[in-house]
């Protein structure tokens, strides 16, 4: 490969469009492995749906059923009371009232994932194994993105590119873990339980049951869009440390930094109450600071290092 000094702009787009063919081959074999292990996938992005409607179901307030009163009742009317029972243990969550109990405001009805349409089920099946392709070979993808950015470079600033690669990869993946385990229960709870609140007649009427093709979408972006967002501090050192940015106007701007992620935050939550923005938008936040934080502490050693070489210009032993 070309020196950096010598490379034109033909050179450095022919080195993008190698590594843009490098990250979609590696893409590509992510997005094959997804779709060999397709259902295990999909189980285990439902399970966090199934999750936050049990937890809904155990904090849900109980309501109690009046006594009724006692009726005199012939054997045949007995048996189907018995019949109806046992059809409704056979079938969980499923609880049609029996004659002359009163109707229960504290059963909840079981969530589905609808399909919606015959060809639903192919194209969510394409779409999430995109999405779990990527992020699966995130690690190819990125090297190949700090790869392209080292070319422009100066060595020392080259150096810094593959030093903090495997870093922005376990941000990565970080993100999207901390998505998958921490947020997408309590954010689908959060989208259910207003509708599970609506009782008419004791009766719960509205079905929390979603489309396919909404909630595997919104699972698969928002894990990748959170992968990104941890990408923060990285970015902030990174213009900070090649001078892009002077880390000085980075932290200056911080107000306005703020304020541009927490309008992120309001329109990527998929609720409105503000303690789910808030959960959204404070590690954003902080992710700034630390990169903040780790460019001013780069940044003073570089200058200690610099009033050593000073010191001791050729290096000779003071000791």
């Known amino acids: 490969m070309k020196q950096d000094a010598e490379m034109g702009l033909a050179d450095h787009l022919m080195e993008l469009r190698r590594r843009v063919i490098l990250a979609l081959l590696g893409t590509v074999v992510g997005v094959t492995i997804c779709g060999i292990y397709y259902r295990e996938l999909m189980t285990a992005l439902v399970s966090p749906y199934m999750a ?3 937890d809904l179901v155990a904090s849900a307030p109980k309501e109690a ?10 054997p045949d009317k007995r048996l189907d009371q018995l019949e109806k029972r046992l059809a409704a243990i056979e079938s969980p969550g499923s609880f049609p009232p029996v004659e002359g109990e009163a109707p229960r405001a504290d059963r909840f009805p079981p969530p589905r994932l609808i399909q919606g349409s015959p060809l639903a089920s192919y194209s969510v099946l394409i779409k999430l194994c995109i999405y779990m392709g990527l992020i699966l070979a995130s690690p190819w993808v990125i090297y190949q993105i700090w790869a392209f950015i080292g070319v422009g470079l100066l060595p020392h600033e080259r150096r810094f590119a593959y030093k903090y690669g495997p870093a922005s990869f376990l941000l990565f ?7 998958y385990f921490l947020l997408l229960p309590r954010f689908l709870a959060a989208l259910m339980s207003p509708a599970l609140d609506v009782v008419v007649m004791g009766v719960r009427l509205i079905d929390p049951s979603l489309f396919l093709n909404d909630y595997f979408t919104f699972v698969g972006v928002t894990m990748l869009v959170f992968g990104a967002a941890f990408q923060t ?3 902030v050192l990174f213009l900070a440390r090649t001078g892009i940015v002077p880390l000085r106007t980075l932290a200056r701007q911080q107000r306005f930094v703020i304020l541009i992620m927490v309008v992120v935050a309001a329109i990527i939550t998929p609720t409105v109450d503000p303690i789910s923005m808030a959960v959204m938008a404070l590690p954003l936040i902080l992710l700034y600071e630390i990169g903040l934080l780790l460019a001013w502490m780069a940044e003073r ?6 009033a050593a070489d000073l010191d001791n210009p050729h290096g000779e032993d003071l000791g």
Do not use: D, K, Q, W
């Open 52 to 54: 936050a409607y049990a």
């Open 65 to 74: 059923t009046p006594p009724s009163p006692p009726a005199a009742t012939t």
């Open 173 to 179: 993946i970080g993100g999207a873990a901390l998505f």
């Open 233 to 235: 501090p990285l970015v």
């Open 301 to 306: 050693a570089s200058r200690r290092r610099e």
